[in-house]
Each structure stands twice: as structure tokens, then as C-alpha cells.
């Protein structure tokens, strides 16, 4: 993984910074994006303005409190972007949450934690289709796709 025109992931471990104007490229494996760090309220939050990872791979990535109204998520066919994401959330929840069988229960509780971390202003957010299969196996991702409609969120174009 590489940050374009900033800080390596090294750098950046640990510390809180806001990413602004930027773009990501290549994998962000289980990274976690905070829009405030550990006992960091004090510091302006991390609001993701401008942030680009069209070029990125985001497997097990998490964004945690912040809104992603001005991110640009991969346009492929690995990352699932979805608007209206937290009545979508509520709606795979009412459907997973309750089931016996382990993929359903591992989805319900990934949905959960999603659900945990939305953003104060949320609307959209980004699944990846091999994290869930990875989750819930095939028939889970069937499922979800089928749940949030497998149409493609139209491309979102970058002024400037």
C-alpha cells in the first residue's frame, strides 16, 4: 500500500492523522480508519475530505465514526459501494440476525459492528464481496447482493 503524496503506513501507525486531499493505492489489509484517535478529542477530527482509493484494494479495511461523503471507494467488481448505508445495514441485520446457521450469524455480527461504527452523518459505505464470502460463504454473499441490489452504484466523477 501506498499513499500518494504522503506519509507511509509505518509512519502513520499509531499516530492520528487526517487524511485530506489525497489518494491511496494498492492494499489496505485491516487497516482502520479512526475519525478520532485514542484519547485524541482534543485534535481535529479526521474527516476524510477529497480521499481517493479508486486505486486501492481494501480487504478487512474499517472506517470507524466518519461520514465518507467526500471519499472515492474502488470501482471494481471486489467493492461493493452502497448508498443509504445504514438502512441497509438495518435491513441485512433484520434479515441475518435471528438465523441458526454460522455464516448467518457471522454476517449478523460483522453487520453489527458496522452498525457500531457509522459515521454521525453516515449515507454511504463499502463491502467487500471476498471479506463476506470469507464471512458468510457464497450463499451469504447471494444473499446480500440479492438483499442490496447487485446494480452497480453509478461512478462518482472527480471535479478538477
Not at 485491516?30 to 486505486?55: A, H, I, Q
Not at 447482493?145 to 447487485?150: D, R, T, Y
Amino acid at each position: 500500500m501506498r499513499l500518494v503524496g504522503g506519509v507511509s503506513p509505518g509512519e502513520a501507525c499509531g499516530l492520528l492523522i487526517t487524511f485530506t486531499d489525497c489518494s491511496f493505492e494498492g492494499e489496505l489489509s485491516g487497516v482502520l480508519f479512526y475519525r478520532t484517535g485514542f484519547r485524541g478529542e482534543r485534535f481535529p477530527p479526521n474527516e476524510m475530505k477529497r480521499v481517493d482509493f479508486r486505486r486501492a484494494k481494501l480487504p478487512w479495511t474499517e472506517f470507524r465514526g466518519l461520514d465518507l461523503d467526500e471519499v472515492f471507494f474502488p470501482e471494481d467488481d471486489d467493492h461493493i459501494v452502497i448508498d443509504r448505508y445504514p438502512e441497509t445495514l438495518d435491513r441485512l441485520l433484520a434479515h441475518f440476525c435471528g438465523r441458526s446457521d454460522m455464516g448467518s450469524r457471522r454476517l449478523a455480527t460483522r453487520f453489527e459492528h458496522r452498525k457500531k461504527w457509522l459515521g454521525p452523518h453516515q449515507r454511504v459505505g463499502v463491502l467487500k464481496r471476498n471479506d463476506l464470502i470469507e464471512t458468510g460463504g457464497e450463499e451469504g454473499l447471494e444473499t446480500v447482493l440479492q438483499m442490496i441490489g447487485s446494480a452497480p452504484r453509478p461512478p462518482v466523477s472527480r471535479g478538477g
